[in-house]
């Protein structure tokens, strides 16, 4: 079993920047693939971003394209989340998940979640 516990939420003006963390449990981290989800009131959780176990692959959604960039520390057992460039419609909880076939960075077959974060821009 896998414990996420996700940080770095908060709030933030159009255009500017939040780096999120996610941070687990367990010395099998390295071999887990990671990935950013989140979910805005009234809609379904979608896909943010993802990355392979030694971070040779990172996948985005196209709306975080060229703005966020997912990246990890296998020796902190840390993946993050840096977001520039922020949009209202960024504002949603965002949740870290763990998969664990590491090879790629997928969009989905996770198999964990932390709690999340929430993000909120203000316009």
């Known amino acids: 079993q896998v414990q996420l516990v996700e940080s770095g939420g908060g709030l933030v003006q159009a255009g500017g920047s939040l780096r999120l963390s996610c941070t687990a449990s367990?010395?099998?981290?390295?071999?887990?693939?990671m990935g950013w989800f989140r979910q805005a009131p009234g809609s379904e959780r979608e896909f943010v971003a993802g990355i392979s176990w030694y971070g040779a692959m990172t996948n985005y959604a196209d709306s975080v394209k060229g703005r966020f960039t997912i990246s990890r520390d296998n020796t902190k057992y840390t993946v993050y989340l840096q977001m520039n460039s922020l949009k209202p419609e960024d504002t949603a909880v965002y949740y870290c998940?763990?998969?664990?076939?590491?090879?790629?960075?997928?969009?989905?077959?996770?198999?964990?979640w932390g709690q999340g974060t929430q993000v909120t821009v203000s316009s």
């Open positions: 998940a763990a998969r664990k076939v590491g090879t790629t960075a997928a969009r989905g077959g996770y198999d964990y």
């Open positions: 367990g010395h099998t981290f390295s071999t887990y693939g």
